[in-house]
């Protein structure tokens, strides 16, 4: 079953169409739709061909090939004949040097395609990218089978077939394969595009964080000045490469030679760095790419920050570096910070230079980025690249995400950020991430209102920062809220084992701050249980008898760093203790030092054990000397409880993600996809560019295709309509308003229920169109629906909204009239898995109510659970669906299911 195609808008779509993409040595080709003006770009590339290729593609050798045959293969009506190009500029003119053609058979949703690339450009993946790119504009056009064949010498090209992650049925006669590929996007060609992408993506990147030379655009010998700084900073820190300065106005920056353009130094360069005001960087971009420049760092400001004039800037200057091949960090960023020793690089404008260590920051923020330097030095915390983004109008977070993922210095990533990009993306590389290195992130904003106007109960709940939420809780990202969090979280990411459990023993040689500690840790989610005998007898041991072995543990104020050493080595032997914190407020008698001695010389013990131990070290805050080593790991230490428990709650909160099964997407079965799409196509005849509502009845239909249960109803215009439908129903029946434009039916008293005669059903019709009369909405009024009521049953809501930039979101929660009042909901971002489905249910406070509240009876949670899943499997299936509301849902007794007792589906044309 396949979608039905608008070809006027596919047309338009795939004629301009245009992409850039990362080929797997990290430079870049354009791949854009076939232009008539190719014509002589297509005759020069085949010039450029040998013998062998051009028999592999044409099945013949062919010496010559005139202008009329070239025409013919420029010309193209972007739908049954259709080709894609890959471009590169060389000696400042665009050069063709691969084609991908498709001509659409007459039957069988079908099109033939044939590749081709430039001799000196094979083997870099331009085939790979022009077959993806195909595939995708081919399901765009209602094309889903490729057919090929290919010489049986052609082994490159098979291989690449083979290798796509596309499903390859191939047959062998007379020497040539014929070959079927379906297109669709199955789990085996994301993993293969993934897979190329995250190659090409960190071969890109190397030319940023481990560069062989670097030109420095814009150094000045003008102190005070960015130029000046960030050319000294590369030189003052040992940089382990070539440094050219690039000034036309100077002959000599720091004792260092300048050359008047980057055209002009001497050697290669891998990196170049540019400070020079906005209106120039454009020419400057293009001389790097004339002189063979991989990675820019752009420092200038005055681009989309600045408004439509500075976007329009950034856009030109990204398409120049993306036609050179080249990629870009910035502009109006901050520079590149690497403090591996073999590279010791500090391309940034900041005095500070960090410890070296295992932290990886990536900040959208350039002006934060002095702050977190300086701050990431004061607390003694490493890092091993820092890298501001700026605009990220190329490298991004999820870049940097990947290449930092392989990187052997990293071992935490952190990010500040203030938008996503591509929150699908970041969702997926970030997921892939963190199974290996935890990602802890800032994100602002998470106080700014959606903008649209809700049409729905779920609209209404859904905000930027539901999205975000759920982005961050799916992809395993620990989310902080302050930067001071972000580095508590991560000293102990990084110097500490992941939590087994969330059982914390507290420590302290005061009472008062081990009570505090105690309340702070329940508030965070973290268990403070009562210590096992045997622990409680082995500390009664040494301690002295005021001391208290209750949890938290209160050895006084007398306390001895022996009796802190032996205690400690007490609660690492207790398998009920999953982390121990240590609290120590220096008194006069007892030396700080003595006491931080003690426990660094027990948290082996606790490494061993595989259990987190921090301290609350009131004299020390984040990763002092006396409390541990670079080889050994570092104890951290916070100044108040609060950030002790924020950090261990983030840490439980990763290893628990990491802990957690994955999930599949079950096949389910009684789904009759074909009628659901008829519904859908019907609703959406004559719509054109405008969102509808589906009728009532139609969206209770759509529900049974997949398996959803509605309760049984009907739609009336009439009063007297209403009272027969109720009659075939069966009393007793609820009367609601129908209504493309009131939502909140109850407010308007649109809802009349437990309605038990035909009189009683006139007159709530009656009544609902006098009170929308009375507020002068009487037009509003499409009629009633007659329903039977489902009178048990715990009430949830359960939605789908459309986000523009993070795709479908699923809801559940509460539901009935105190939906938005109360709030109690929940999103997940679409597909759902059987495991994210059981999330869901016991993520809401209302759960409780499902799984019985004081005697009555447990819900059918499994049927529940089915019922979001096959929610989600809807919104796959029937991506035109806007907003879809289910409220309330009322979910029966254990083993009698959920009914749907009020729909609404609204549905818009795909562009």
Same mark, same amino acid.
């Given at each position: ?75 193209? !009506?972007?739908?049954?004949?259709? +080709? =894609? ?58 094309i889903h089978r490729f057919e090929a064949e290919i010489l049986a010498d052609n082994e490159q090209v098979l291989k ?103 055209? !002009? ?148 990533? =952190? ?14 590389? +970030? ?23 809700? +049409? ?44 087994? *459990? ?51 543990? !209160? ?253 479908? =979101?699923?809801?559940? *929660? ?98």
């Open positions: 079953m396949y979608r039905r195609v608008n070809v006027k808008q596919t047309l338009d779509s795939i004629q301009d169409y245009r992409t850039t993409v990362i080929l797997r040595d990290g430079s870049t080709v354009q791949i854009r739709s076939l232009q008539p003006d190719d014509e002589a770009k297509l005759h020069a590339l085949f010039y450029r061909l040998s013998p062998q290729t051009i028999y592999f593609r044409f099945r013949r050798y062919i010496e010559h090939m005139t202008r009329e045959e070239i025409r013919s293969f420029a010309n193209v !009506d972007h739908y049954n004949d259709f +080709a =894609l190009v890959a471009t590169i500029v060389e000696e400042q003119e665009e050069r063709v040097v691969g084609v991908g053609r498709g001509h659409r058979l007459p039957v069988g949703n079908a099109a033939t395609v044939t590749l081709l690339v430039e001799d000196a450009h094979q083997g870099r993946g331009i085939g790979t990218h022009l077959l993806e790119q195909l595939a995708y504009l081919s399901m765009k056009m209602g690449m077939l083979k290798s796509s992650g596309f499903h390859m049925e191939q047959e062998l006669e007379s020497g040539i394969y014929r070959i079927v590929m379906p297109i669709g996007e199955t789990a085996g060609v994301e993993e293969r595009s993934a897979e190329r992408e995250k190659i090409a993506t960190i071969a890109s990147l190397r030319a940023f964080l481990r560069p062989r030379s670097i030109a420095v655009i814009g150094a000045s010998n003008r102190q005070g000045t960015i130029g000046n700084k960030l050319f000294r900073n590369i030189l003052q820190q040992g940089f382990g490469g070539i440094v050219y300065p690039v000034n036309p106005r100077t002959d000599v920056v720091a004792s260092v030679r300048t050359s008047p353009s980057v055209l !002009d130094v001497p050697g290669d360069v891998d990196m170049a760095v540019i400070i020079v005001p906005a209106p120039l960087v454009h020419d400057v971009v293009q001389q790097c790419g004339r002189k063979g420049v991989r990675a820019l760092v752009v420092i200038s400001a005055g681009f989309a920050e600045i408004g439509a004039e500075g976007k329009e800037r950034q856009d030109m200057v990204l398409d120049t570096a993306r036609s050179y091949g080249m990629r870009i960090v910035g502009p109006n960023c901050m520079g590149i910070i690497n403090t591996e020793p073999d590279v010791s690089l500090n391309a940034t404008f900041s005095s500070v230079f960090p410890p070296s260590g295992s932290l990886a920051f990536a900040s959208q923020s350039g002006a934060l980025g002095l702050a977190i330097l300086e701050y990431a030095r004061t607390l003694n915390i490493g890092l091993s690249a820092f890298i501001s983004i700026g605009n990220r109008a190329d490298v991004s977070s999820n870049d940097l995400l990947q290449y930092w993922e392989e990187d052997p210095a990293t071992k935490v990533i =952190l990010l500040y950020l203030e938008s996503f990009g591509n929150p699908r993306k970041f969702g997926r590389v +970030a997921r892939q991430v963190s199974q290996s290195k935890p990602i802890v992130a800032v994100k602002s904003g998470r106080t700014t209102a959606g903008s649209r106007a809700a +049409a729905s109960h779920t609209g209404a709940l859904v905000t930027g920062e539901a999205a975000s939420e759920a982005l961050f809780k799916q992809a395993g990202v620990v989310r902080v809220n302050t930067l001071e969090e972000l580095f508590d979280v991560s000293n102990l990411l990084q110097n500490q084992p992941l939590p087994p *459990g969330r059982r914390v023993a507290i420590l302290t040689n005061g009472g008062g701050p081990g009570i505090m500690t105690a309340d702070v840790c329940a508030a965070r989610g973290l268990e403070v249980p009562p210590l096992s005998d045997e622990t409680v007898a082995a500390m009664r041991e040494f301690l002295p008898e005021q001391a208290s072995t209750a949890n938290p543990v !209160d050895m006084t104020a007398e306390a001895t760093a022996e009796q802190y050493r032996r205690s400690l080595e007490v609660l690492a032997a207790d398998d009920h203790v999953d982390i121990a914190i240590v609290i120590f407020i220096p008194p006069i008698v007892i030396q700080p030092e003595a006491v931080a001695g003690a426990i660094r010389e027990v948290a082996p013990l606790f490494r061993e054990r595989g259990k987190p131990l921090v301290a609350s070290f009131m004299s020390s805050k984040g990763a002092p000397a006396d409390l541990g080593s670079e080889r050994d790991g570092y104890v951290p230490s916070y100044t108040f409880p609060e950030s002790t428990a924020d950090a261990l709650a983030g840490a439980c909160e990763y290893s628990e993600w990491l802990r957690r099964p994955k999930g599949t997407i079950p096949e389910l079965p009684d789904i009759d996809r074909e009628a659901g799409r008829a519904l859908i196509d019907k609703a959406l005849e004559g719509a054109e560019e405008r969102p509808v509502w589906m009728d009532s009845l139609d969206a209770g239909t759509l529900l049974a295709c997949y398996g959803l249960r509605l309760a049984p109803a009907r739609t009336a215009a009439t009063a007297s309509e209403a009272s027969r439908a109720a009659s075939e129903i069966g009393f007793p029946v609820a009367v609601k308003l129908l209504s493309e434009s009131i939502t909140h039916k109850t407010d308007y008293g649109g809802v009349v229920l437990d309605l038990r005669s035909t009189r009683e059903v006139e007159e709530a019709f009656n009544g609902i169109r006098a009170n929308l009369a009375a507020l002068g909405l009487a037009a509003e009024m499409q009629g009633v629906s007659v329903q039977k009521m489902v009178a048990t049953g715990v009430e949830v809501i359960v939605g789908i909204t459309q986000d523009p930039s993070f795709g479908p =979101l699923v809801l559940f *929660g509460t539901g009935g009239i105190y939906t938005e009042l109360f709030k109690d909901v929940t999103f997940q971002i679409h597909p759902l898995t059987d495991i994210a489905a059981k999330d869901m249910v016991r993520s809401v406070k209302s759960c409780q109510l499902l799984e019985g509240w004081r005697g009555s009876k447990r819900s059918d949670i499994e049927a529940l659970e089915d019922l979001l899943l096959r929610i989600s499997a809807l919104v796959e299936d029937v991506p035109e669906i806007l907003e879809l509301d289910l409220n309330p849902v009322k979910v029966l007794e254990a083993g009698k299911g959920c009914m749907v007792v009020d729909v609404r589906i609204r549905l818009s044309r795909l562009s």
